[in-house]
């Protein structure tokens, strides 16, 4: 007998991507040599990757670099080499590598140091500033560049916000370009980081890099129940170790007969009625009451017909009987 579960709505879980996330990054930089050497670039502010070409002295992890980076030209941390060359990555990801001007000098790393210490302060003024304006935004992080006169805002908001008096203000009091950049619930928490249910760091901010979208049909692929609380993070959006193991049971299920598919054998007809993907085992509810756990390889899809691969009496004597 089959037991309908209830199924909850949970579509307000998928991500939806800013403008901003549907625009592609473009980095003000001449083009690099097919075998210019490449580096891992981090942004500590913005919690991000990215790479970039250097032909000097070989750097060193923890190094401090000037370069352009998505945000405009400031300073990055270099994390390490890449293995692979400008060419292969260009070719094969379709980005636009820049160049790593030089290292950073110690007039501007004691700037930075400054900078973070100023940011504070910024940050209070802004909130303020927001309140004021009476605006529906949440602001996350103030960054000022070292390279360029200009102090980034990332904020987050359910709809689009009229700042443009805001930025006025913020102009007048700090006498440099304002740029203002609306991000998702799911980069606030890459940013700002935390434990998850599972006791280790967020994956969005230990794993630091593009998010990948996460969607309801990676639940439903994975078997999960369809319950807001269990698949989601602390963000409210659908957890991101959902994306990480798409690819396993994307791969997995081909090797399955699909649930719901009716197989005979040993004189009765069985339901497909739940895939195990990390045991490898299908669930199958007999017509005569019987339910069994039995492994996927006793299965083979031939002519695109799901079959079994080997004798009845085989199967039934790996299969585990249940209790219905």
Known sequence: MDIEENVEDISFLEDNPTPEDLEPTVFAAEPLAPDTPLYRLHLDYANENFIAGYRGDPLRPGDKVMVVTPYGRDLARVQGPLSCCCGQVSSHQGINVPWIDRLAEPEELNREMRNREQERDVFHICQEKIEIHGLEMKLVLVHIMAGEAKIWFFYTAENRVDFRDLVKDLGGIFKTRIQMHQIGVRDETQVVGGLGVCGRCYCCHAAAGKLKPVSIKMVKDQN????????????????????????????????????????????????????????????????????????????????????????????????EAISP
């Not at 993070?233 to 699909?258: T, V």
């Not at 199958?284 to 006793?298: K, Q």
């Open 224 to 319: 999960l129940s369809l319950n807001s609380m269990k698949v989601s993070g602390p963000c409210g959006r659908l957890l991101c170790c959902l994306a990480y193991e798409h690819n396993f049971y994307s791969e997995q299920r081909r090797q399955f007969p699909p649930e719901g598919m009716r197989l005979g054998f040993d004189g009765t007809q069985w339901k497909v009625v739940e895939a195990n993907m990390i045991l490898g085992k299908l669930r199958l509810a007999g017509d005569d009451g019987r339910v069994l756990s039995v492994p996927a390889s006793a299965f083979e899809k031939t002519d695109g017909s799901w079959r079994l691969a080997k004798p009845a009496e085989t199967v039934l004597s790996a299969a």
